[in-house]
């Protein structure tokens, strides 16, 4: 960027200030437009990090769906600008921060929850009379304007007509495992329309509650919760509303309330009048924006390539290997198991680098055996010498299930390493240990 009076000038177009928030591969900031003064975000792409984990088509498809989807309830995105190195997108700014962050405070007032689930389905159905499923739709991805207007963010999942298969259904297992669909999680194929409505019933539980409606701290425990629609509304959900929402988390999609009957419901009718319900009106996409950002010659590719190709044996799959979601066989809870399981909400990248810290530190030569799967290997020992693998599947962009297991060598001399070298050198990539 370019050094101005007042701050970083971006492009001659853009005074950079604060950052607001940033991610693996993304940086936003705060901006303005210098010429008509305009308060904007500015999302900053590491073009050559895209690049090499293969997030490609997801940048282009969300440049290509925020033109398509525009809307009074959606963040607008203003222009799309490229250097070398860097992808820009200016976008709305949302003043009033994440939904989130009211709720984190408490829960709202009914009429407060209903107005933002009016909006929220209103641009909903918006996107999905465009071809365009959200997939990720969670509070922290609605964002509320300086009047507190709700605004959907985050389209980096979303998916469009063209990207179902012959059958008519989406197979990419994808979202935030707490709002995730359960027709989603058995990866038999699914309808992104339906997998959106059902996002949408856990919000609105979310804004009504003030938590969760499936919520266990192993990962598994609560995708068996989503599977059966296992809840419990609370005494001051009214009746009306319970029934709506019984509707909508309906574990079945067949049979699953459609946006068109949600807005029919009385429940959902009152005060609807003062909610504005007609979008922008929207312009031709252009397709060329998403692939000339991302024309980027001469970056070499790594071997950090394949982290893009990562299994899609997840847990999600993990979950569809079991009938009844009965995973008792899978996740012994003993505590000398030779096997362990963990998520991780870091990048793989990261998470590849922090096992090849604790195989140099025990001494053990590490392989690459194929597209996530790792084998540490000790020194030959009557016994046969220690042998780790260690396998990373994707359950969505922003967490990896990664399992490790011995599978030669010495049971108690694995054991012991376990316990006082590999588990605490892994405590900084950990977000939670499956089956304790």
Known sequence: MERGNKGNVLMKKYEVGRLLGKGTFAKVYYARDIKTSQYVAIKVIDKEKVLKVGLIDQIKREISVMRLVRHSNVVELYEVMATKTKIYMVLEYAKGGELFSKVAKGRLKEDAARRYFQQLLTAVDFCHSRGVCHRDLKPEN?????????????FGLSALAESKKQDGLLHTTCGTPAYVAPEVIRRKG??????????????????????????????IEMYKKIGKSEYRCPNWFPSDMRRLLACILDPNPATRISV???MENPWFRK???GVIRNGKATQEVNQSDGNAVL???????????ELGKLMNLNAFDIISLSAGFDLSGLFEKTPDKREARFISAQPASDIISKLEEVAEYLKLKIQKKGHGLLQMEGAKSRKGG?????????????????????INGDTLEYLNIWKQDIRPALKDIIWSWQGE
Not at 193 to 202: L, N, P, Q, R, T
Not at 295 to 305: A, L, S, V, Y
Request: glycine residues 6%; aromatic residues 8%; proline residues 4%.
């Open 190 to 219: 699914y309808d992104g329309a339906k997998a959106d409505i059902w996002s949408c019933g856990v919000i609105l539980f979310v804004l009504m509650a003030g938590r969760l409606p499936f919520h266990d701290s192993d990962l």
């Open 142 to 154: 609605l964002l509320l304007d300086e009047n507190g207007k709700l605004k959907i963010s985050d």
């Open 295 to 305: 024309n980027c010659p001469n970056i070499k590719m790594t071997d950090d390539q």
């Open 260 to 262: 068109e009957k949600i």
């Open 386 to 406: 220690l042998a780790i693998d260690a396998e990373i599947f994707e359950v969505t962009p922003s967490f990896h299930l990664v399992e490790i297991k011995q």
């Open 271 to 273: 005060g609807l009048d």
